[in-house]
């Protein structure tokens, strides 16, 4: 008999409890999803954190809890416990989701981060080598079917990087077998994502990579109106800028300098 050894339930979910009951008491007529309260805290709570806070209140009977699924997705929505009539705006959220959750829309939003990453590189003088790659100077990645997004360089340092164009931090095991990757191509692993949680940054640091988040969700040009809704109904933190903003490159620059062997 094989036995899994019980994690110790983190206090910190105890310190977002009353952080989250101040929303909705703020907000007692509002109706919220999940993912919105995850990016509302995230400066001050790991997503996950939040997430079983949200579960414990409405276990509790603090806040309401509705379920459901959208494209695939499984999505809680919370109101406050007096918000009576609430349901008619919780399927006006779902419908809302519904549209960003589309498949075809998920894929364009991802392709578009890529894309203005892309032209980002360029501008900083990294050459794109390789896009959708497992293979680099002879090696080739085979433990798993993943590959990275692009393999970039400048003054001679290779970099495996992986850009994620979410609202949601990248799954731990992708990670992982990205950072695994790396390490067998003999890439400099770089990171390039909306946010993650600061045990993820120290993974990547312990892999002498990068970390750079750009902290709005990049929105393809032409849908200003679902950009609008997004960002008036959800509160969400999507934006559709023209460029990366040059201060997110000045970051990643300045860390590539320090890595070069004479960095002046």
């Not at 954190?49 to 603090?62: F, G, H, R, W, Y």
């Not at 709005?216 to 509160?235: I, M």
């Amino acid at each position: 008999m094989s036995y899994r050894r019980r994690l110790p339930r983190d206090t910190k979910i105890d310190e977002a409890k009353p952080r989250i009951m101040r929303i909705f008491e703020q907000y007692p007529a509002q109706v919220f999803y999940s993912t919105q309260i995850e990016t509302t805290l995230e400066k001050e709570f790991f997503h996950w954190i939040t997430n079983k806070a949200l579960v414990e209140l409405a276990d509790e009977k603090q806040i309401q809890r509705m379920e459901a699924i959208v494209h695939g997705n499984s999505v809680n929505f919370y109101a406050h416990i007096k918000h009576r009539y609430w349901k008619r705006e919780q399927k006006r959220l779902q419908a809302l989701l519904h549209r960003m959750f589309d498949p075809q829309f998920a894929q364009a939003v991802g392709r578009h981060g890529e894309m203005m990453f892309d032209s980002a590189f360029a501008r900083n003088r990294f050459i794109i080598e390789a896009k959708n790659a497992k293979s680099w100077n002879g090696r080739t990645w085979s433990q798993t079917n993943h590959n990275l997004d692009r393999i970039v360089t400048r003054d001679s340092i290779a970099y495996g990087v992986e850009i994620k164009n979410m609202q949601s931090y990248i799954d731990h095991d992708e990670l992982q077998t990205k950072l695994s990757m790396c390490q067998h191509l003999a890439l400099t692993p770089l990171f390039v994502m909306r946010a993650a949680p600061k045990s993820y940054m120290f993974e990547i640091d312990q892999h002498k990579g990068f970390g750079l988040l750009f902290d709005d969700q990049l929105y393809p040009w032409g849908h200003g109106s679902l950009l609008a809704e997004v960002q008036g109904q959800l509160g969400l933190k999507v934006a559709a800028p023209a460029d990366i903003p040059d201060g997110h490159m000045q970051r990643l620059l300045r860390w590539h300098r320090r890595k070069l062997p004479n960095p002046s």
